[in-house]
């Protein structure tokens, strides 16, 4: 008997557009959740089950526009599909709800504290994280979570994520030589993942304090063997 499934007659992510093409009328509305994405492939670089987009369409139904949040978390899926990547993130295929949205406000608003919160959690995503940089008496960072299909904003910075193993939060930095307010992924201790750029550093000094360590080491070799000597000439 023939099993009809009601999904293979959807369309494939391929054929979908991958935005709304609506350009940021901010830069870090695509670096914050750039450096994001770039942290959690160090923090997780042998973890396949993970997939972080970056001003990405969310399609939910075949008959409306995608949700492009400015960044995306979804567990347990493929991190890739093959080379070419993923055009979009399609429900019907992916078969699983981000776990975590990501807006970055910008001057102008563009809905991230009403019809964008609601339609994320109406789609069932667990963490809805807002960022302001324009705020100067309230909290530039928002972590709500979602309970009984209801947002509720959790306090703290760095906000521990349990069912993701993170911890999110802001504190300044330098990224792509930038200095200012940047998020980041943090442990459960609440110290923060590096950044590519200090990963990097890091390393470079570590081989420098070694290359140091066997120039000494060979001086003080050197310096040792006259003594020697005179001591086998007695």
């Not at 102008?108 to 919160?117: I, N, P």
């Not at 420098?208 to 006259?226: F, L, R, S």
Request: contains cysteine; aromatic residues 12%; negative net charge.
């Amino acid at each position: 008997m023939l099993k009809y499934d009601p999904l293979a007659c959807l369309p494939s992510s391929e054929e979908l557009p991958d935005s709304d093409d609506t350009p940021v009328d901010n830069e870090l509305q695509d670096l914050i959740p750039g450096l994001l994405k770039a942290i959690l492939a160090m923090a997780w670089p042998e973890r396949m089950d993970w997939y972080f987009g970056v001003d990405m369409g969310i399609y939910y139904d075949p008959d409306l526009p995608a949700i492009v949040p400015d960044g995306f978390l979804s567990l347990g899926v493929e991190r890739f599909y093959d080379e070419n990547l993923r055009p979009s993130y399609v429900l019907w295929e992916e078969r699983r709800v981000p776990v975590l949205a990501l807006e970055v406000v910008s001057q102008k608003y563009r809905g991230e504290y009403s019809t964008k919160k609601a339609e994320y959690g109406k789609l069932g995503i667990l963490y809805y994280v807002v960022y302001n940089p324009f705020r100067r008496r309230k909290s530039r960072l928002e972590v709500y979570k979602l309970v009984n299909n209801a947002y509720e904003l959790h306090d703290g910075n760095p906000v521990w994520l349990p069912e993701i193993g993170l911890g999110i939060g802001i504190e300044r930095g330098t990224y792509l030589g930038i200095p200012r307010e940047w998020m980041y992924w943090y442990n459960q201790q609440g110290q923060r993942f590096l950044t590519p750029e200090e990963k990097e550093k890091l390393a470079e000094q570590k081989a420098q304090q070694a290359e140091q360590k066997a120039q000494q080491a060979k001086q003080e070799t050197q310096q040792a063997k006259p003594g020697l000597a005179r001591l086998k000439a007695y």
